[in-house]
């Protein structure tokens, strides 16, 4: 069993930064893989980035490709998503995932484990 709670949403500008946190508990972090999606109302949730209980095997979306990075620090059960020149259009809650499957998956499906989302607005 993984718990997940994302932190570090917020209202911003287009062009500013933000990062994300999600702090897992439960015994089985270390050996699954994360990643990040975002929903926007009346939209399917969609994936963002994901990353292997390694630190590897990361994927992006195209759409954030360059300007997200995904990372994870085992040793304090945390994963990051680090977000720069941010858009309006990445506007949307942000949930966090944990996935069994130790190399992720870029579907929402697999995910077995999911945070309450935290929320990031940009203005333009």
């Known amino acids: 069993q993984v718990q997940l709670v994302e932190s570090g949403g917020g209202l911003v500008q287009a062009g500013d930064s933000l990062r994300l946190s999600c702090a897992a508990s439960?015994?089985?972090?270390?050996?699954?893989?994360m990643g990040w999606f975002r929903q926007t109302p009346g939209k399917e949730r969609e994936f963002v980035a994901r990353i292997a209980w390694t630190g590897g095997r990361i994927s992006y979306a195209e759409s954030v490709k360059g300007r997200f990075t995904i990372s994870r620090d085992n040793a304090k059960n945390t994963v990051y998503l680090q977000m720069n020149s941010l858009k309006p259009e990445d506007t949307a809650v942000y949930y966090c995932?944990?996935?069994?499957?130790?190399?992720?998956?870029?579907?929402?499906?697999?995910?077995?484990?999911w945070g309450q989302g935290t929320q990031v607005t940009v203005s333009s």
């Open positions: 439960g015994r089985s972090f270390s050996s699954s893989a």
């Open positions: 995932a944990a996935d069994n499957n130790p190399y992720g998956s870029d579907s929402a499906g697999p995910y077995d484990y």
